[in-house]
């Protein structure tokens, strides 16, 4: 195995991690509460935004990770 492909698996490994983070923050961002047959709605926009942050760098990671492996070049 050379270094590209383990290069490769630690950028999927990483952009794994990343992206749980990130979808753990964009959940955690909303809360709704039902009180008396009311539903109350809170919501964090910079929570929200910093998640969907984490998501896209996770899908950058992803795709650099994936390019890595299947890179054929001579070198």
Do not use: H, P, R
Request: glycine residues 14%; charged residues 15%; positive net charge.
């Amino acid at each position: 195995m050379n270094a590209s492909k383990i290069i490769g698996a630690i950028l999927i490994i990483a952009s794994m991690l990343v992206g749980y983070v990130g979808f753990n923050k964009v959940a955690d961002s909303t809360k709704e509460i039902n009180l008396l047959g009311l539903k109350i709605n809170a919501s964090d926009e910079s929570g929200k935004t910093e998640g969907y942050l984490y998501v896209g760098f996770a899908l950058l990671l992803f795709g650099g990770g994936i390019y890595t492996i299947n890179n054929k070049s001579k070198a």
